[in-house]
């Protein structure tokens, strides 16, 4: 991602930011034209009312480490630099926060669609378990991690000794909450290159996390054929946790794009995932290694004579220290504000 370094703060916004230099590296984002930029303010602005509320619910269970990282992610991009019709920031790389959250989608479809595109029949495949409370989240997840490793590592030894199949694919880590029956299910999103290796995976799965008790039946385990590679890697990558969700997932209805009727923001119980998340991989490959990357080193220069914007919460957008013009001219949608405003549960987990 492109950033910036500060390196002198001489002059005053009369001369321009002309004596005062800074350092940016990569290419930047263009600012004419672009409608990621709307989309941007608007992870910016829900980003924002979410890591608040859960600073507030981490305050009240005594977490002080996290506290420090949803205030960095409060802070992530608040400061731009552009220069020559390009923009430059630093980001915070959490994954609760909805804009690194999109830039790292970005990176990830950049990074693993040339393979996945040349896979002949790629199956998306889903393995969870049995739901869980609060209190059994981190020892669930682990439990899922650990048996994922599992797997891999018994398949990897039976292909070696020519008795099986190789395991391949990419994964992705979620977890969705259920706020009628208080319950967590957190699961497993697969891309592999064939149905056979996908039943394969599902077979295996059942087979471990049933090994003392039963956890895992038919129900919650899916797989079909990629029907578009793109968007179906999207679909693998998009989060690891809903931000905006509806009360019961289970019954959830359809709904057209921009549609979201009766949604809300259960802060408690994304601070309860994002903490059982610590310490893990969201996003992995196994089976296979990716290319060595021919990009060039990103170059680091310094500038002088660029505009500096900062974000103004209350009108959720960056304005130009200068001229306070708005970058943007971003406008939250009426429903999303009324949710934003009234719908955040600090108390259901």
Known sequence: MDSIYTLALNGTSSFSNKLETTVITGTGTPIKNNPSLLKRANKKAITNQLVLAMIDVA????????????YNTFH???????KDGRYYCNWCKNRWCATCCGIRKAMMIKKYYPILSQWEEPHLLTITLKSVKAKDLDSRVNQMVLAFQRIKDRCNKRHIRGKGMKIIGIKSLECNFNATKR?????????????????YIKQEWK????????????????IRAVKETKRDLVEVIKYGAKILSDPDPTHKRKR???????????ANALHTIYKAFDKHHLYNRFGFKLPKSEM????????DDFEKWEYNF?????????????????????YLEFILNTQIDKELC
């Open 59 to 70: 305050k009240e269970k005594g977490e002080t480490e996290i506290i420090k990282r949803y």
């Open 76 to 82: 992530c991009q608040t400061k731009l630099i552009s």
């Open 183 to 199: 319950t967590y299910n957190p699961h497993y999103h697969l891309i592999v290159p064939t149905r056979a290796i996908g039943l």
């Open 207 to 222: 087979k471990e996390l049933n090994k003392n008790e039963f956890n895992v039946g038919e129900k919650g385990q899916h």
């Open 256 to 266: 057209k794009k921009g549609d979201m009727t009766g949604l809300q923001i259960y």
């Open 296 to 303: 060039a080193a990103k170059s680091a220069r310094v500038v």
């Open 314 to 334: 209350k009108l959720m957008d960056w304005i130009n220290n200068d001229t306070g013009r708005m970058l943007t001219e971003y406008e939250m949608d009426s």
